[in-house]
């Protein structure tokens, strides 16, 4: 057999074979610069000296039987950093219902089932998987998940729309790969870019929308730094085949018909009509990311990002990835239980910028929100997230109140103020009265008042006037269920609970409630639900 050498440190190695019949035979390898070897047992093996120049060393041994598996430091005493190498066979440990630990011996695995109820894909279950080695190095995630619903009647049931619809165009577009939904990823260390590089691929499909990414981050600040420093290069590849998608909305209006047969014309008739509005319009999209975050121990905040990138379908006007985003947070202790917070949001994008990357006041993108497990699971159990369970996906600036804007601009999960600009702020004061109660310690209560608009028309700031900014000010608690003591096993298996950031917001004030509903008075009693998409 050939050994090789993979770290700097020269010393001799000890090596086991099993046979088929299940004994073991050991040998060990000296280096030629000892001159001899170590005391080792009488039945062992000495094989050739490795000369310690050489990276690789080849080694014969006769074994009194069939040899199925060999292995490079079975004691574990040699100091090297990977020892999953040092088998022909992969030393997996799996374990069912655990999430994966430390071991330097053993790669863990841990796998799990899981089911989740959507509206728009029926009841899905599938089987969720994810391993580590040491230090969290070589992560993998692996998931299936199958809606059978969806793939005994080709992508036609559930129904998006009613059968008796009077117009037929603008039908969704439905297939049976709908009901197929995975993830597979992995990432790991790369040490020639410094420590705590890491380096990672991912493809996966969630409700109806492909996302495939290749990443790469590198921390810059110092070991023992005071914050936290971070760069981030990503190529990211979407695509949304179907009309069966997360966020999908409906449109009813009515519209008069005339009957005209043999030159005659009834009267009009008014009907109602249903048109189902995909906020991924079908889009096919292939960008480059770049991040920079900086983030200290006391919870100052800055992060900006650069995203450019273009449609891959052929057609004018073709939408893109184009945008720049700031994002910036001051925290300022006051006393044992207040916190001062201090957040703003500036974001820009090209005119032709897709509609799911579009900013949105007071709430994340469409995209943010698909990318969330912990919101993305929770809103699709609804058909219309924000009207039937007042859900929506909470940004950290920005005022909440027109979340439900009856006027505001349609962008898939609710009538959120949306647009390729954004400038918006929030000035938040919480306190976290309960830390004696393991159950109440994640409670946090908040006094919160926003302000900002999102536009589309005009330049980038030649659209922005001072006189068009929504605000808001109230109330609010958020809980980290994530948090709970007896959840702590399963947080850690389950992006959906290590996640669930529950938030309620009650704005009793908004300087422009007619956004809201016609006629409602700026003070009233307003609420608002959801998870928050926090950083």
Known sequence: MTLERREPIVMPADVRVILDDGTEHWATVPLS???????????WTVAEAWPWTFEEHTIRLEVPGRPVKAEVNPKGRAPDENRLNNSTHLRVEPRFLEAPGQSWQHYRLGYRPLAQYAHDFGVGAGVQ?????????????????????????????????PDDEEFEEGRPDVSAFDGIDYELSYQTEVPAFGAEAEAGARAEKHLGVLQNTLFFERPLAAYGSDADQTLSVSLLHQLNPSDRVFGRFEDRFERDVVNCEFGTCGPPTSLTFTESTNPFEREHLLSARFGYEVESD?????????????????????????????????????????????????GFGDENLARHK??????????????????????????HPLRDAHLSAFSSAGPVA????????????????????????????????????????PLRLEAFSGAGKAWTEGATLAGFSSDD????????????????????????????????????????????????????????????LGLSLER
């Not at 916190?339 to 703003?344: F, H, I, K, L, Q």
């Open 469 to 528: 900014l929504l605000a808001d000010a109230g109330l609010g608690a958020r809980y980290a269920l994530s948090e709970w003591p007896i959840l702590q096993d399963y947080t850690a298996q389950s992006d959906v609970l290590s996640g669930l950031d529950l938030v309620a917001k009650f704005p009793f004030w908004a300087s422009d409630p007619d956004r809201i509903a016609p006629d409602e008075d700026p003070w009233a009693f307003r609420w608002r």
């Open 33 to 43: 610069i000892m001159e001899g070897h170590k005391p080792v047992p009488r039945q």
């Open 129 to 161: 998987a994810r391993g580590q080695y040491l230090f969290e190095d070589h992560r993998v995630r692996a998931m299936l998940k199958l809606w059978p619903q969806v793939l005994a009647t080709g992508g036609e049931e559930p129904e998006l729309l």
């Open 402 to 441: 027109y979340l439900h804007a009856s006027n505001g601009t349609r962008d898939g999960v609710g009538g959120a103020p949306a647009g390729r600009n954004l400038l918006s702020g929030a000035l938040t004061l919480e306190a976290g009265p309960f830390s004696q109660n393991d159950y109440l310690r």
């Open 298 to 346: 006391g919870g100052d905040r800055v992060a900006t990002g650069l995203e450019v990138g273009a449609s891959l379908w052929r057609g004018e006007p073709r939408p893109n990835a184009t945008r720049f985003w700031l994002e910036a947070r001051k925290t300022v202790g006051l006393g044992s239980l207040l916190t001062g917070r201090a957040d703003v949001n500036f």
């Open 358 to 383: 579009r900013f949105r006041l007071g709430a994340g993108s469409v995209e943010e929100s698909w990318q969330s497990d912990a919101f993305r699971t929770t809103a699709a159990a609804f058909a």
